[in-house]
Structures are given as C-alpha cells and as structure tokens.
C-alpha cells in the first residue's frame, strides 16, 4: 500500500514518523512518504498520481480546498466544510475526507471526556478551515451555545450562515467575548496567533477566564502557548494542541486500511518529539 503527504512547502512533518508507527502496528506492507508539490506543477503532478496507482493521500497547506476539483466524491463533512485532508484512492475512483475536526473532538473527549454536555457554553476564536472543521465536528455534540470570535468579524459572521444549524450559533466581536469570558466553559483557539515565538500577541485576552474553564489551542509549536500558559496561570485547564494531528492521522489511516489504531503506546514518544 502506497500513502502520502501531499502539500506546499513540506518542511519537517511529523506525519510520515507517525503513519510508520501505524503500518508497524498493524505489521502492513505500506509506505507514507512526502510529496511536496509546487503551486506551478500541482494540475501536472497530481495528473501523473492518478495514473500511478497510489492507494490514499493526505492534503495540507495549501491545498485542501484545491484538490476538491480532482476528485470523483467527497463525504457529507468534507462538502460541508469544503476542506480535504485525506482522500481514499480505489479502483481509480477518489474520494475525499476531512478527519481533522473529528481529531480535534478526539483528543478534547481523551483529556477532558466530560467537556461536552447540554450545559457547555462553547468560545471559538477564528473563523479560518480549522476552526470550520472544529465546528462542524462540535454540531454533532452536545452544547448548550457555541459563540465564534474573530478578528474580521464578517467572516465569523459568514461561518455561522453556513452552518445552517437550529442550534444556538452566535457571534461576537473580541471585545465582546473578552468581556464575557466568564459565561464561556471550554474556549479554542483556532487560530494560528501563537506560533510565532517572537510574539507577545494572544488571540484573546483571558483575563475574565471563568478559573474552571477549558482552555484549548490547536497550535503546538510551541506546545505550551503563551496562550495556554496565560490560561493556566488563572486556572483554566488546559488542552495541548498537538494530539489532534495524531488523532486525525489516526482517522485517516482508518479510511485507507479499515485498521483501527491503538494510539496509547505511540503517545509518549510523540509527545517527546512534539517538544
Ligand atoms: P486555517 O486554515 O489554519 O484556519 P486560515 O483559513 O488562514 O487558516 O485562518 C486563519 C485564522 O487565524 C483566521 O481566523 C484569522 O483571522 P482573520 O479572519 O481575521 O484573518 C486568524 N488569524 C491569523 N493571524 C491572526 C492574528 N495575528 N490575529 C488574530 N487572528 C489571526
């Protein structure tokens, strides 16, 4: 079984390390390779991966929206956030899955199994593809309100619309959920302030955190955020970013293999290569 990483620019990526832990969990004969593709040859690149008979890929940056174009289907959360990370090639037919928000949920319900009930009062900072495939996933969970922040307003605004949920979906501005933090129990940070390490910025000011709150960041380079330290340091609980990636690879492995992985004897040695 042949897998990739498909993206722009590549880098260090942990996803290679962790499917290999996989394909050795499961004692398969596969490979998950990289495959950095420049903007000016994805149309040519990804003609030549029809043609040589790959079993499944992942998308990152920046093509997830892109290769919607070359496929044959997509699953229901795919379309509606209009993102793929990961798409099943068989029989010359692919199709497209988006496992990130379901790998966020998985690694909230790990450290925290309680945060989601019908009292939960939901803050999601950003309005970008990550926060959209966190909200998505959250429409499946009990809540009792979900609020989205951004800093561009209208886009959070438009977010909500597309939703097309009965449910209680607000928005509001920065300000107005700085100064209503307390109301809110589990807060996420879905945006990418943070992973600058020269910068003081945080997507949001905590100082009204409700002490009890959940406080969760997506970003995990650094692991421990200057946001997640301020969150701590009130008393928030605090939620790392870095195991919705496995989680999400996790998932996507499961759609190419029907293999279900055991993530418990992986954690301690990627935790160690996250830091
Ligand atoms: P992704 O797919 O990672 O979510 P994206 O679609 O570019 O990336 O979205 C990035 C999110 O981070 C947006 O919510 C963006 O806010 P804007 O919509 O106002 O651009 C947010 N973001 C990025 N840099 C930011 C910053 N310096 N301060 C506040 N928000 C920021």
Known sequence: MRLLLIGYPLGHS?????????????QLNASYHLKEIKPDQFAQTIAALKQSGIDGFNVTIPYKEK???YLDDMDETAKRIGAVNTVVCKDGKWS?????????LASLKQH???????????????????????????????????????RTEARAQTLVEQLESDRLIT?????????????????INTTSVGMDP???????DLAQL????????????????????????????????????????????QLWTGKITDLTPILPE??????
Do not use: C
């Not at 996803?15 to 290999?20: C, R, V």
């Not at 900072?125 to 009990?142: D, T």
């Not at 946001?227 to 996790?250: C, D, P, R, V, W």
């Open 112 to 150: 925290f199994p309680d945060a989601l009930h019908s009292d939960t009062r939901i803050l999601i900072i950003g309005a970008g593809g990550a926060s959209r495939g966190i909200v998505f996933a959250l429409l499946n969970e009990p809540f009792q309100s979900l609020t989205v922040t951004n």
């Open 171 to 187: 928005v509001q501005s920065i300000t107005e959920a700085e100064h209503n933090l307390k109301k809110f129990d589990l807060i």
């Open 210 to 253: 409700q002490p009890q709150a959940i406080v969760s960041d997506i970003v995990y380079k650094p692991l421990k955020t200057k946001f997640l330290t301020e969150a701590e340091s009130i008393g928030g609980q605090i939620h790392y970013g870095h195991e919705m990636l496995i989680n999400q690879a996790k998932l996507s492995f």
């Open 96 to 104: 497209g899955y988006n496992t990130d928000g379901a790998g966020y």
């Open 67 to 69: 290769i919607i174009d």
């Open 14 to 26: 942990m996803s290679p390390w962790i499917h290999q832990q996989f394909i050795s969990q499961h």
């Open 270 to 275: 990627y935790t160690k290569k996250i830091k």
């Open 198 to 204: 020269q910068s003081d910025e945080l997507p949001l």
